[in-house]
């Protein structure tokens, strides 16, 4: 089971899950579209270990094993978390893609509020 595509609002948690069937140090989860030193694509979790894009609680990654599923959870997103996140095995094939859109409150209109979502 893949992760799945995400709308949320500006401000709350995302959480995304996928099931892989490799040890934590084998599994990554990745931001697309962010260049780095190592690539075109972020980590956000390699080998076990959190980045330091993770820093100061923005993201968290749990294991559960007996179901063998990853959980990414990203922290009060922003508009520039929107996109797509990665889970891999690191050195393997098997990659799972969500997309992550964020939505913020524009204003209401006739009693209904209305939203424009960053992609």
Known sequence: MGPRNIAVFNGSTA????????????VCWTRQGISTDHGPNAYLYRDGILTSICDNGKC?????????CYTLTI????HYDAGFYECSQCLGDDLQVAQL???????????MQMYRFCI
């Not at 959480?15 to 084998?26: G, L, Q, R, V």
């Not at 968290?60 to 179901?67: G, I, S």
């Not at 859109?101 to 009693?111: A, E, K, N, R």
């Open 15 to 26: 959480t995304f899950s996928c099931i892989i069937y490799a040890s934590e140090s084998e």
């Open 60 to 68: 968290n990654v749990t294991f559960d094993n007996k179901t063998d």
């Open 75 to 78: 922290n009060s997103v922003q």
């Open 101 to 111: 859109i964020v939505l913020h409150p524009l204003d209401i209109i006739d009693g």
